[in-house]
């Protein structure tokens, strides 16, 4: 697996962004992981804001993008989504995707954990998202 994040930007504050996360490794299909949205902003820990399982059941959604962001998946192109509208400064981080085997995951607010992730798990590169007021 070979995460590569795409979408990220400078967008003004209530504006929206789509980023992505495309599979790059045609080898394996995203279809059996279950899949995450993480961001860090500057001098704060890595946080879990959206993830699936495998069976893509009840998403998970920190509270701080709840009503906010949604996370999709589309199997045929091997990428995952995260829609953000209603952005705020706040928003302000490096997005990271995340995935890890379905069979070691059984909850998608447990994938969410940024330590549920390793071992095992892969991450992409990130994106940057800032948000201007």
């Known amino acids: 697996v070979q995460l590569v994040e795409s979408g990220g930007g400078l967008v003004q504050a209530g504006g929206s962004l789509r980023l992505s996360c495309a599979n790059a490794?045609?080898?394996?299909?995203?279809?059996?992981?279950?899949i995450g949205w993480f961001r860090q902003a500057p001098g704060k820990e890595r946080e879990g804001i959206s993830c699936?399982?495998?069976?893509?059941?009840?998403?998970y959604y920190g509270d701080s993008v709840k009503g906010r962001f949604t996370i999709s998946r589309d199997n045929a192109k091997n990428t995952v989504y995260l829609q953000m509208n209603s952005l705020v400064r706040e928003d302000t981080a490096v997005y990271y995707c995340?995935?890890?085997?379905?069979?070691?995951?059984?909850?998608?607010?447990?994938?969410?954990?940024?330590?549920?992730?390793?071992?095992?798990?892969?991450w992409g590169q990130g994106t940057q998202v800032t948000v201007s007021s």
């Open positions: 699936l399982t495998s069976k893509d059941d009840n998403a």
């Open positions: 995340a995935a890890k085997a379905g069979i070691f995951i059984d909850t998608a607010e447990a994938m969410c954990n940024a330590d549920q992730v390793a071992p095992m798990g892969y």
């Open positions: 490794n045609s080898g394996f299909t995203l279809e059996d992981y279950a």
